[in-house]
């Protein structure tokens, strides 16, 4: 059994930051890609960043600039520094990440519940 439990969102002003932490465990035996999506009402669920094992990151052109994805060093956290928030940035941000449970097990994808950030004055 795999869990991705996230942490981090709330409310904040337009021009602030938030941070979001997003942990892995569990039956876990190696973690690939993890990432941030994001999922605003009324729209579909978008790329926010992903970040491999390997440390190479990808963002939505949308974030490029304002937000950072990192993992620790035990690479079964992830990380997403949210800085100059906009209230568009408003959404549930889900963590999704490829783990591989056992040596001979295959790859899943996995989810988190969601945490909502919403950006307000």
């Known amino acids: 059994q795999v869990q991705l439990v996230e942490s981090g969102g709330g409310l904040v002003q337009p021009g602030g930051s938030l941070r979001l932490s997003c942990a892995a465990s569990?039956?876990?035996?190696?973690?690939?890609?993890m990432g941030w999506y994001r999922q605003a009402p009324g729209k579909q669920r978008e790329l926010v960043a992903k970040i491999t094992n390997g440390g190479n990151t990808n963002y939505a052109d949308s974030v490029k600039g304002k937000f950072t994805i990192s993992r620790d060093n035990a690479k079964t956290t992830v990380y997403l520094q949210m800085n100059s928030l906009k209230p568009e940035d408003t959404a549930v941000y889900y963590c999704?990440?490829?783990?591989?449970?056992?040596?001979?097990?295959?790859?899943?994808?996995?989810w988190g519940q969601g945490t909502q950030v919403t950006v307000s004055s």
């Open positions: 569990g039956s876990i035996f190696s973690i690939y890609t």
């Open positions: 999704n990440a490829n783990i591989v449970s056992s040596s001979s097990s295959p790859v899943r994808n996995y």
